[in-house]
């Protein structure tokens, strides 16, 4: 099954996502004899990528960017720190107590790192919050 987008511009024509191509360029590349011959046709309406696009997503594919492991680390860091002063410590309290730590962390990173684990938290939560007010 391919996955198609609408074009805001062309209503009428669908636009094939990158990871599709990726993904079929991956299935039929023994078929046209590597990448390259088969980059022209994989998609002619809409869905060209350039050889550089094809390599870049299948390695994103096969092993994480820098940024994706740092934060996987510094979010045990920030879970470890709010925890541990009773969960009342925000971005800007966590961000020093982590620099007195020695971890080098920008505050915008520790802010967005914040809003992420927030959000999975809130996706846990009960499904009908209102009926917890009363």
């Keep these: 099954m ?3 987008f609408r074009n805001a511009s062309s209503p009428t024509k669908a636009i094939t996502g990158r ?3 990726v993904a079929f360029i991956d299935e039929h590349q023994d078929h046209f004899g590597g990448v390259e011959p088969i980059l022209p046709r994989a998609d002619p309406a809409r869905g060209r990528i350039a050889l550089s696009t094809y390599y870049v997503r299948r390695k ?5 960017s820098p940024r994706s492991v740092r934060d996987r680390e510094l979010k045990t860091l920030v879970k ?7 969960r009342v ?14 971890h080098d962390v920008a505050r915008c990173t520790v802010e ?5 684990i927030r959000e999975a938290d809130y996706c846990r939560a009960t ?8």
């Design 127 to 134: 499904t009908n919050p209102i009926s917890q007010l009363s």
């Design 89 to 102: 410590y925000e971005a800007r309290k966590i961000w020093r107590a982590l620099n007195r730590q020695g």
């Design 60 to 64: 994103r594919l096969t092993s994480p």
């Design 2 to 4: 391919r996955a198609r």
């Design 112 to 116: 967005r790192l914040r809003r992420e």
């Design 80 to 86: 470890a720190v709010h925890e541990t002063n009773y």
């Design 19 to 21: 990871h599709t191509l």
